[in-house]
């Protein structure tokens, strides 16, 4: 398999001489395969001069798969400039996560109207299939494509593509589920020790990979200024590939606000970082051009991947939600939030009127405060359950409590999520309808340690 980076800045184009050296162009990866496979990670403006190449070498007609994280500007802004499109034959399936208000051929249609672009997507030649994913395990082109949600103010995914016996991953946008990485225990190993389920969760999907592309957009003094703005720095990219034992790193999605030198010093900090941790990972910050090829070693197969979701789009709206929350204007953005998304929303200012709620009104998720008058959350988070009713109802903590302590005793009284407080729109809209998607799959193995696929035992 073989990788190569035509884009690796976020949030916008940044051109111009002090981005020569890493690169101006939004996130776009290609990844081939031996059997033929051509795959894009992601669509922003570096897809122009990757377009340009597939017209003048690849074997014609061009086929390509297009794995879209998100739909955010910066991961399709190139799409309306991917030459291929224009030419009759070629065949685009482009795949991307299922569940915001819109399909995805009217969002990619959106900015490709008369408004903003002079040709329409229903105009150009090419045959454009559009495939919306869950999280899931795909066969898609001839490789295993293993999509799992990221954390970002809009639903999001990871992809996994396993192929001639390695594996890469693509983890952008991404930010850390808790503030807290690990469990302060040193009895602890690194996997083990990661706080929220959310990261471990992250973690897993990265296991014994060959190489991970990661979001790793702000320095780790920035980061507190950037909360809920849905990126990574290089230390969780580190710390996780570290503990799922990837080799290989590739820091991307840099800040379009950092130049040639400061991308320089990310690296040479990462860098540092590994090796004062003591750590096996190779790292480095992706520049357009760089090219990988990652050597087989053996099958590298996830375990525990769920199998590919039947539902579609339409089974993550109109859910009945229970928000409770002592605080009303809590209650007032969750509702406003969930509203957007058509759901129905019912609220309890306290745990009792809850219960009693949720046994009249039984919700398909929960949104659960854990302070608040007697009984508080972790209290309501135990009865539910204890009683088989509940016992597998989504439940998302909405918490100012961000501390190990708290966090470990909501998962393990069996939340389902743990979002912290401030909290954005999109953020929690992003949660549940993961949480909703999560709902019913079939995992193989759930909950799992974090082991290396392909590894002697
Ligand atoms: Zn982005
Ligand atoms: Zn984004």
Redesign the pocket.
Known sequence: MRVRFWGTR??IAAPGPDTVRFGGN??CVEVTTSGGGCFMFDCGTGARALGAKLVAHAPKPISATILLSHT?W??IQGFPFFAPLFIPGTRITVCGPEGSGRSLREVLSGQMEFTYFPVEISQLPATITFQELGEGTYEIGGARIVAQYLHHPAMTLGYRVEADGAAVVYA??HEPFSEMLWHDNPALSRAESIVHEGDRRHARFMAGADTVIHDAQYTPEESPSKKNWGHSTYEYAVGLAAAAGVRQLVLT?HDPTHGDAFVEEIEARARGYVADLGYDVQVCCAYEGLELTLEPHGVRHLAGAPVAPHSGRDALRGRHILVVDDDPDIRALANHALRQDGHIVIEASGGREALALIDTQPPDLLLLDLLMPDPGGLEVLKILRSRPATAALPIVVLTALDDEVNTRSGFELGATDYLTKPFSIPQLAARVRACLARTGLEFAVDQGPIVAPGDPD
């Open positions: 976020g949030s939004t996130s955010h910066d991961h952008c946008d999605h």
